[in-house]
């Protein structure tokens, strides 16, 4: 069966330094998105993205973050300059189409922590 | 502002029962919840829809109802199984955006 894939599975990064999380969403799934879960909080949505172009972000998708396709194949979160409360497990998804009525697959997640 | 609001308090029964998992929200109408399955350290696992114009839904032993009046989900698992241990966790669309709101989530422990 496909599946979102996520890698590094764990990274540690120091305060100030840049990280990019990758994903490889399902191969025949248009829109993508990525979340966030502090541990034992909500999950809580960051962005979500079609066409090559963001559809919607949170508030909390502030200039410190981005996303990119920049293949055919992956789909990347990059955070410029990480800050202690960035550490939170990072979940991609991806669904066949934007609408409510098709589910979204969920990665294994990106466990990100900043020291 | 737009909230989800479940039980976090765990929930434990006995094998062969039924669980009911509560999910609330408040300040929005969410025009279709969903509800997951989430293992520790793992992503969330898709299970099932249900949109406002449907009071119920049912797949294998899981049932999901709506109301509306109540602003209320509740999530059933009939016949629970020790398998069925994780967490659960309601969430909700509004209008024609593509942004899920989650709760917390609430963990059910099914003993043998």
């Known amino acids: 069966e496909p599946e979102v894939t996520q890698t590094p599975s764990h990274q540690v990064t120091q305060m100030g330094q840049e990280v990019i999380l990758r994903c490889v969403p399902i191969?025949?799934?248009?829109?993508f998105y990525w979340y966030r879960q502090i541990l034992g909080q909500k999950v809580e949505f960051l962005v979500s993205?079609?066409?090559?172009?963001?559809?919607?972000k949170s508030e909390i998708f502030d200039d410190q973050f981005s996303v990119e396709r920049p293949d055919g194949s992956n789909f990347t979160l990059k955070i410029r300059s990480t800050k202690l409360e960035d550490s939170a497990m990072y979940f991609c998804?991806?669904?066949?189409?934007?609408?409510?009525?098709?589910?979204?697959?969920f990665g294994p997640g990106t466990r990100l922590t900043v020291t | 502002s737009q909230k989800i609001e479940q039980n976090s308090e765990a929930l434990n029964i006995q094998e062969g029962k039924t669980a009911t998992l509560t999910c609330n929200y408040t300040?929005?109408?969410?025009?279709?919840l969903q509800w997951y399955r989430q293992d520790p350290g793992r992503g969330p696992v898709f299970l099932l829809l249900?949109?406002?114009n449907e009071k119920e839904k049912r797949k294998e032993r899981l049932k999901v109802t709506f109301d509306t009046t109540l602003k209320q989900s509740l999530f059933h698992i009939t016949a629970s199984q020790p398998a069925d241990s994780a967490t659960y966790l309601c969430?909700?669309?509004?209008?024609?955006?593509?942004?899920?709101?989650w709760g917390l989530g609430t963990s059910l422990a099914v003993n043998p």
């Open positions: 998804a991806s669904s066949e189409l934007g609408s409510p009525l098709y589910e979204q697959y």
């Open positions: 191969s025949n799934h248009l829109y």
């Open positions: 300040n929005y109408s969410p025009a279709y």
């Open positions: 969430a909700g669309y509004a209008g024609n955006n593509r942004k899920l709101i």
């Open positions: 249900i949109r406002e």
């Open positions: 993205f079609y066409n090559n172009e963001i559809s919607e």
